[in-house]
């Protein structure tokens, strides 16, 4: 009777809690939709006061997350949530634009709040931005929040950094068994496409962006039999577990972004183990999330102030310790909070102007203009989108191997005293799933 009665006393809770809010004036509640573990902690109620210094007005933030790109387009595209503001990767936002369910950006709200956004706008994010819809500039509807690189995360005492240089280690024969791949259709995709198209691309036949667009059967066929011939060798398709594999040894090698494979590198060095990352030879894939103000939103004005405020060189610097992924932010304080000496010099002037030419900054989080001059951004599939699914299954198959199930088992035994224990004390990253 206890127990009913302390359930039905939370349940009065949570339905007084609900109708408080649906009272209110919604010029006063901002609803926000988030990856997880993608904001450093404090920084929400930290904008709440500064929203109430910039405006005089009071604001509530309705903080929900998410952990795959289509869950949350789903529910904007059935317009059953008013989300003022949320941060999707660039294929569903350029999904989103040509849909129609955007609305632009207009800076006037903000008065006479200082525009971060376009004060610490970086011209390479504002060129890839450019290319995510030809037609409809993307800058004037969304804006960048962090982005990175896809690669090849190797661990250095089984895998030479000439042999993870290139895309075709996932085939290797002498790796079989130890190789992650991402359960990321798109991005496995884009690497292999760009592998098995060499020839062209460097006859000038076609450039990576061409490739990027390319969803044609000839091609999908041709990815799809590549990975028939990697699969036997494959340990595992895997959206988060994989970091763990690598920092104990289970797995050799993984193609997976460089933000995850800073968090497994900094984990794996504190057991001893070494890990290293690399964007391979042949070249590769961009990707970004942003912000982003859907057609449904009943906030626009509280949604502009969050996305500039999310911009603030100081804020830009913490959500970025506390991810581990790059901020999107082009402001020099920035990059100066990156310098560490113990890194060699490379070339950042693509992104943060001339005088980045030669900086000292990890080479994983901020590619050379060497690497990023090899890598494209990837495009949204459209009506082709099942297409790509359903090769994807046919690689994977139905049926997994009981290795596989033996693998994984003795994995998450093995990690996970550990990896409880080490991220009570580390910052939290965040977990990708592009799918």
């Not at 667009?213 to 590549?226: C, G, K, W």
């Not at 502009?304 to 082009?330: K, L, Q």
């Not at 299954?393 to 290795?403: C, L, P, T």
Request: net charge negative.
């Amino acid at each position: 009777m206890k127990r009913i009665l302390n359930l039905a006393a939370a349940f009065a809770a949570v339905l007084v809690s609900v109708l408080n809010l649906s009272a209110k004036d919604r010029t006063e509640i901002l609803k926000v939709y988030n990856w997880s573990d993608y904001i450093a902690e404090g920084v929400i109620d930290e904008f709440e006061q500064w929203y109430f210094e910039q405006t005089g007005e009071k604001i509530q933030v309705i903080y929900q997350v998410f952990d795959v790109n289509e869950a949350m387009l789903s529910k904007i595209e059935k317009g059953h949530e008013d989300y003022d503001v949320v941060c999707p990767s660039d294929y569903i936002i350029e999904r989103m634009l040509n849909n129609g369910l955007l609305i632009p950006l207009d800076f006037a709200a903000l008065g006479n709040t200082p525009n971060y956004i376009n004060d610490t706008k970086s011209p390479y994010i504002e060129k890839m931005f450019r290319q995510i819809n030809p037609e409809i500039d993307a800058n004037d509807y969304s804006v960048a929040y962090m982005w990175g690189t896809t690669g090849i995360l190797y661990n250095t005492a089984f895998v030479s950094r000439e042999e993870a240089s290139t895309w075709d280690i996932i085939r290797n024969p002498k790796f079989s068994g130890k190789v992650l791949i991402k359960d990321a259709p798109r991005d496995v995709y884009g690497s292999v496409l760009i592998y098995l198209k060499q020839n062209e691309l460097k006859s000038g036949k076609l450039t990576l962006q061409d490739l990027m667009s390319d969803s044609s059967d000839e091609s999908i066929a041709a990815v799809e039999n590549y990975l028939m011939q990697v699969k036997p060798g494959v340990m595992g398709w895997e959206a988060d577990l994989g970091k763990e594999q690598m920092t104990k040894s289970l797995a050799y090698l993984s193609l997976n972004w460089s933000g995850d494979a800073v968090w497994a590198m900094e984990e794996a060095a504190s057991v001893g183990v070494s890990l290293d990352y690399i964007v391979p030879e042949e070249g590769s894939t961009v990707w970004f999330d942003g912000w982003v103000i859907p057609k449904y939103s009943k906030n626009v004005k509280a949604a502009t102030f969050f996305i500039n405020f999310m911009c603030r060189p100081d804020i830009a610097i913490r959500n970025m310790e506390e991810t581990g992924y790059i901020a999107s932010s082009g402001a020099y304080e920035v990059l100066e909070s990156q310098i560490d000496e113990s890194f060699p010099a490379i070339d950042l002037s693509y992104f943060f102007g001339e005088e980045a030419d030669s900086v000292h900054v990890n080479p994983i989080l901020y590619p050379d203009r060497s690497v990023i001059e090899r890598c494209a951004l990837e495009h949204d599939w459209g009506e082709r989108t099942e297409a790509l699914l359903s090769m994807w299954q046919n690689v994977k198959g139905s049926r997994a191997g009981i290795a596989t199930y033996i693998v994984l088992i003795v994995a998450l035994v093995a990690v996970a005293a550990v990896v409880f224990i080490n991220r009570k004390n580390r910052r939290r990253r965040r977990s990708r799933s592009r799918r």
